[in-house]
């Protein structure tokens, strides 16, 4: 189980740092084994700089994030390997996970040397092989090639081919499906719900709500850098009380029953303001079910 408590995230902004962005305020959420839990909200709300803290890519400026009770924040090299062992990341763009001068089944050799280096390289490669065909890619057509000489669904599916020959708890994606044509998408939601039967926790951070409700057990609704609103998919997605999910939501019509029939107006929404101030709590409105400031 990985929790984020009272998660903060400033950033240093202006001419030498001189002023801070407050980018995600008092973000509280937690990913069970085998579920998927949806993040999702308008651009700059703060989706991405969640998942850098999960990943450990940037600092947490305040709060803490544990896997399985333990704080894993601010330690040091060790702790740090030991938990990509279990935590690991796919991004929207799979290119830049990837060095262009080298072939692309290297990130496989990495794992290898830096987490199993006893293993010997034939019994790797029936791993590798394995893992491969687990993400549904043919080893003979993927091995052996540049990152150029791949589709960027090839490439996404082999970072979660990577993620688990880790035999990893956690995988963040963030906006992984957004790039991919209509028929690689399928294919990594589906392997998205293999990795769900295995008992793997997903973070998927997206801006498409459809994806969301097809692919979430629970979702999460972000606003200038606060959860607005948070709960079982069906839920929210049916129900939505707060007037920012309203609106959001009254985009994709065909989620939307309540208001699908009606011409409703986008609801007024309260301007973005003091971010350093903690957002409204979240209230429990319907059991699996919390919204801010009601
Ligand atoms: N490295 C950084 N330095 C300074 N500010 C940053 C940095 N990264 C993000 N921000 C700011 O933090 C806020 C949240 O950004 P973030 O990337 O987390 O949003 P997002 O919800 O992922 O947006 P999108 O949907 O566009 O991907 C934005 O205002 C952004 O400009
Ligand atoms: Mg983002």
């Given at each position: 189980m990985l929790e984020l408590r009272n998660v903060w995230k400033s950033y240093r902004v202006g001419t030498l740092g001189s002023k801070r962005l407050t980018?995600?305020?008092d973000v509280s959420i937690d990913i069970a084994p085998g579920e998927v839990l949806s993040v999702v909200g308008e651009?700059?709300?703060?989706k991405t700089t969640i998942g850098k803290m999960v990943l450990q890519l940037t600092s947490v400026t305040r709060g803490s994030i544990l896997l399985d009770g333990a704080d894993v924040t601010a330690r040091g090299h060790a702790a740090r390997k030991a938990y990509y062992r279990r935590v690991q990341g796919v991004f929207q763009?799979?290119?830049?996970?990837?060095?262009?001068?080298?072939?692309?089944?290297r990130i496989f050799e990495a794992v290898r040397e830096s987490?199993?280096?006893?293993?010997?390289r034939a019994e790797w490669s029936a791993r590798v092989d394995d893992v491969l065909q687990g993400v549904r890619l043919d080893p003979g057509s993927v091995l052996?090639?540049?990152?150029?000489?791949?589709?960027g669904g090839q490439l996404q599916r082999m970072l979660i081919a990577r993620a688990l020959l880790l035999d990893i708890q956690v995988l963040v994606a963030d906006?992984?499906?957004?790039?991919?044509?209509a028929s690689t998408r399928i294919d990594v939601l589906n392997l998205l719900g293999e990795l769900k039967e295995r008992g793997l926790g997903v973070l998927f951070i997206t801006h498409d709500l459809s994806l969301a409700n097809y692919i979430s057990e629970r979702v999460v609704i972000m606003r200038h850098g606060a959860v607005v609103e948070a709960g079982a998919t069906g839920k929210v997605f049916t129900d939505p009380r707060h007037p920012y999910s309203r609106n959001l939501l009254a985009s994709v019509p065909q989620l939307h029953r309540k208001w699908s029939d009606s011409d409703a107006e986008p609801e007024a929404l309260e301007p973005d303001?003091?971010?350093d101030v903690p957002p409204p709590p979240l209230t429990e409105?319907?059991?699996h079910h919390w919204v801010a400031g009601v």
């Amino acid at each position: 189980m990985l929790e984020l408590r009272n998660v903060w995230k400033s950033y240093r902004v202006g001419t030498l740092g001189s002023k801070r962005l407050t980018a995600v305020r008092d973000v509280s959420i937690d990913i069970a084994p085998g579920e998927v839990l949806s993040v999702v909200g308008e651009s700059g709300s703060g989706k991405t700089t969640i998942g850098k803290m999960v990943l450990q890519l940037t600092s947490v400026t305040r709060g803490s994030i544990l896997l399985d009770g333990a704080d894993v924040t601010a330690r040091g090299h060790a702790a740090r390997k030991a938990y990509y062992r279990r935590v690991q990341g796919v991004f929207q763009d799979p290119f830049s996970s990837y060095n262009p001068i080298f072939k692309a089944d290297r990130i496989f050799e990495a794992v290898r040397e830096s987490y199993f280096p006893a293993v010997k390289r034939a019994e790797w490669s029936a791993r590798v092989d394995d893992v491969l065909q687990g993400v549904r890619l043919d080893p003979g057509s993927v091995l052996g090639k540049y990152p150029h000489q791949l589709s960027g669904g090839q490439l996404q599916r082999m970072l979660i081919a990577r993620a688990l020959l880790l035999d990893i708890q956690v995988l963040v994606a963030d906006e992984i499906i957004s790039m991919l044509d209509a028929s690689t998408r399928i294919d990594v939601l589906n392997l998205l719900g293999e990795l769900k039967e295995r008992g793997l926790g997903v973070l998927f951070i997206t801006h498409d709500l459809s994806l969301a409700n097809y692919i979430s057990e629970r979702v999460v609704i972000m606003r200038h850098g606060a959860v607005v609103e948070a709960g079982a998919t069906g839920k929210v997605f049916t129900d939505p009380r707060h007037p920012y999910s309203r609106n959001l939501l009254a985009s994709v019509p065909q989620l939307h029953r309540k208001w699908s029939d009606s011409d409703a107006e986008p609801e007024a929404l309260e301007p973005d303001g003091d971010r350093d101030v903690p957002p409204p709590p979240l209230t429990e409105v319907d059991e699996h079910h919390w919204v801010a400031g009601v």
